[in-house]
């Protein structure tokens, strides 16, 4: 199997193309699954405290290390700052409770999770915390001033807790904002990605600056239907879709590699999803054959601008994004 990897601004560690995502994996499968996601050949976890299940995946990971699959180099681990922690004060004892779960000394990349300062909730209090006060419904904003928290990242390069440092949901806007004053400049832009929803000046942007893209969510509504996403359960699902089913079948793969591989076209690395190991076997192909690019080009063309990730109109009820 071919290794692709994208070469890190600033620390100039490679990064896999393709990783594991733990978004919505049960705690009860959480060791399990990253032990056989590690066993089949991914290098990169791309977990997050939000996604509470940090303990488990951590269980997996040192238990391919503990065997001798791997050794702890060998792996590139990817986790996110929640919003609550974003004050300066808070944002190493964050990664600190993040490396005790995960049972690691250092995570290779360390992502803020979204632009959006909440009001802190001590870690002894709720943890993870979510979206809203205790008790409460509501979003509460917090006093954290973006530069404040960048620099708290960047002194957990300093510290060696982590190797690299990045963002999640961002737009140009902040980005440029953040590169005036950046003194280790974000080496990862992690959105939301995919044929329905494809952010062609974002992504070209952001790469001019020599920031690396992660792709989530590559299967478009795929991820969001079981969320009760009427947006998601409402459009064509990506892996029906004609042209995707037409170049699946031209290639004699599965439309789920075609949706990653056109990302991997763009430069654009991904984290896909499965508790199947001949599904994670399958997504890690994606990796071994090329897309034409009048192929590449009739998947543009599949762009509705159609974010799932919105919580505008999931419960929170907030415009993150507009």
């Given at each position: 199997?071919?290794?692709?990897?994208?070469?890190?601004?600033?620390?100039?560690?490679?990064?896999?193309?393709?990783g594991?995502?733990?978004?919505?994996?049960?705690?009860?499968?959480?060791?399990?699954?990253?032990?056989?996601?590690?066993?089949v050949?991914?290098?990169?976890?791309?977990?997050?405290?939000?996604?509470?299940?940090?303990?488990?995946?951590?269980?997996?990971?040192?238990?391919?290390?503990?065997?001798?699959?791997?050794?702890?180099?060998?792996?590139?681990?990817?986790?996110?700052?929640?919003?609550?922690y974003?004050?300066?004060?808070?944002?190493?004892?964050?990664?600190?409770?993040?490396?005790?779960?995960?049972?690691?000394?250092?995570?290779?990349?360390f992502?803020?999770?979204?632009?959006?300062?909440?009001?802190?909730?001590?870690?002894?209090?709720?943890?993870?915390?979510?979206?809203?006060?205790?008790?409460?419904?509501?979003?509460?904003?917090?006093?954290?001033?973006?530069?404040?928290?960048?620099?708290?990242?960047?002194?957990?390069?300093?510290?060696?807790?982590?190797?690299?440092?990045?963002?999640?949901?961002?737009?140009?806007?902040?980005?440029?904002?953040?590169?005036?004053?950046a003194?280790?400049?974000?080496?990862?832009?992690?959105?939301?990605?995919?044929?329905?929803?494809?952010?062609?000046?974002?992504?070209?942007?952001?790469?001019?600056?020599?920031?690396?893209?992660?792709?989530?969510?590559?299967?478009?509504?795929?991820?969001?239907?079981?969320?009760?996403?009427?947006?998601?359960?409402?459009?064509?699902?990506?892996?029906?879709?004609?042209?995707?089913?037409?170049?699946?079948?031209?290639?004699?793969?599965?439309?789920?590699?075609?949706?990653?591989?056109?990302?991997?076209?763009?430069n654009?690395?991904?984290?896909?999803?499965?508790?199947?190991?001949?599904?994670?076997?399958?997504?890690?192909?994606?990796?071994?054959?090329?897309?034409?690019?009048?192929?590449?080009?009739?998947?543009?063309?599949?762009?509705m601008?159609?974010?799932?990730?919105?919580p505008?109109?999931?419960?929170?009820?907030?415009?993150?994004?507009?």
């Amino acid at each position: 199997m071919t290794v692709e990897y994208i070469t890190l601004t600033g620390s100039q560690q490679k990064m896999p193309m393709i990783g594991f995502g733990c978004w919505k994996i049960d705690p009860n499968d959480g060791a399990e699954t990253i032990y056989n996601a590690i066993k089949v050949g991914y290098r990169l976890i791309d977990s997050a405290s939000n996604y509470k299940n940090e303990k488990a995946i951590g269980r997996g990971i040192n238990k391919a290390i503990e065997e001798g699959i791997v050794k702890r180099e060998d792996l590139f681990i990817t986790t996110k700052l929640w919003s609550t922690y974003h004050k300066k004060e808070h944002v190493r004892p964050a990664l600190e409770k993040q490396l005790q779960d995960l049972g690691l000394d250092y995570v290779d990349m360390f992502l803020v999770h979204f632009p959006l300062p909440l009001k802190h909730v001590p870690i002894e209090e709720k943890y993870p915390p979510g979206w809203y006060q205790i008790g409460e419904e509501t979003i509460t904003l917090d006093r954290a001033p973006m530069h404040e928290c960048w620099g708290a990242m960047e002194k957990l390069v300093e510290a060696g807790l982590t190797k690299n440092i990045g963002v999640s949901n961002f737009n140009v806007q902040l980005l440029m904002d953040m590169l005036t004053y950046a003194n280790i400049k974000p080496s990862l832009l992690q959105v939301e990605l995919h044929p329905y929803l494809q952010q062609e000046h974002l992504v070209n942007w952001v790469q001019q600056q020599g920031i690396a893209v992660t792709a989530y969510s590559s299967f478009g509504p795929t991820s969001f239907v079981s969320t009760g996403s009427k947006r998601a359960k409402s459009v064509e699902p990506l892996f029906e879709n004609p042209t995707v089913k037409d170049i699946a079948a031209k290639y004699n793969r599965a439309p789920s590699q075609v949706a990653l591989r056109w990302s991997l076209e763009r430069n654009v690395a991904v984290v896909p999803k499965s508790l199947n190991i001949d599904r994670m076997k399958m997504n890690l192909e994606a990796l071994n054959w090329k897309m034409d690019d009048e192929d590449v080009q009739a998947i543009n063309q599949l762009d509705m601008g159609l974010r799932f990730n919105d919580p505008m109109v999931n419960a929170q009820k907030l415009p993150l994004f507009y």
